[in-house]
């Protein structure tokens, strides 16, 4: 069919294209927008961070090289010498026995009526044999309660014990913890 023509001998214009809803062109246009967005934080990242950080790195490289040309090797090799020194002078300290820390042990852990007349001590076994007196039986039981309660004996044997006119000789080993022989901090 052909269209019709007035009297001018023209043909009516078309009514314009109409989508059915705006939804797609806007679409197109909100990913236009976030690509183009990501686009840019991505090549501000790779061509302007990434330049700074290069630049930083250089930066820092240089100045370790120049700190390093400044100190000699001689003073290197001390200076290493010195740290193995420290670090080995740390390591004894950390394995070394400390006296008074028995002397602690032993302070805190006696009952009253309990003296100590000789106390042999070896470090390696982590024994501690003691020869005391008590005033009577009872105190001496307390005193080996006392020490099965401390948390730095592991055992308690009582070798020996009788009484003499009004006292109670005994003979006691203990068995410790080797908290007992280092300093506190090193606990």
């Given at each position: ?12 214009p ?11 062109k806007?679409?197109l246009?909100f990913?236009?927008v ?7 934080i ?13 630049k930083?790195?250089d ?5 370790l ?13 001390n200076?290493?010498?010195?740290y193995?020194?420290?670090y080995n ?5 950390l ?33 501690i044999?003691i ?5 009577t039986y ?5 005193q ?10 592991e055992?308690?044997?009582l070798e020996?014990s009788?009484?003499q ?5 005994f003979?006691v080993?203990?068995?410790?913890t080797?908290?007992?022989f280092?300093?506190?901090?090193q606990?």
């Amino acid at each position: 069919m052909l269209p019709q023509t007035t009297n001018n001998n023209r043909v009516p214009p078309l009514p314009p294209e109409v989508l059915p809803s705006g939804a797609p062109k806007k679409f197109l246009i909100f990913s236009f927008v976030v690509f183009l967005g990501f686009f840019m934080i991505y090549a501000g990242l790779t061509f302007g961070y990434n330049a700074f950080l290069n630049k930083s790195i250089d930066s820092m490289q240089n100045e370790l090289d120049s700190l390093n040309a400044q100190i000699t090797p001689e003073e290197q090799d001390n200076l290493t010498a010195l740290y193995s020194q420290i670090y080995n002078i740390k390591d004894l300290l950390l394995k070394h026995v400390y006296g008074s820390t028995l002397f602690s042990f032993l302070e805190n852990n006696t009952q009253k009526q309990v003296v100590y007349n000789n106390v042999v001590v070896s470090v390696k076994d982590r024994k501690i044999v003691i020869e005391g007196t008590a005033a009577t039986y009872d105190d001496l039981v307390e005193q080996l309660t006392i020490y099965e309660a401390s948390p730095d004996v592991e055992r308690v044997l009582l070798e020996s014990s009788n009484a003499q006119e009004d006292i109670v000789k005994f003979k006691v080993t203990l068995t410790v913890t080797k908290k007992v022989f280092l300093s506190q901090t090193q606990t």
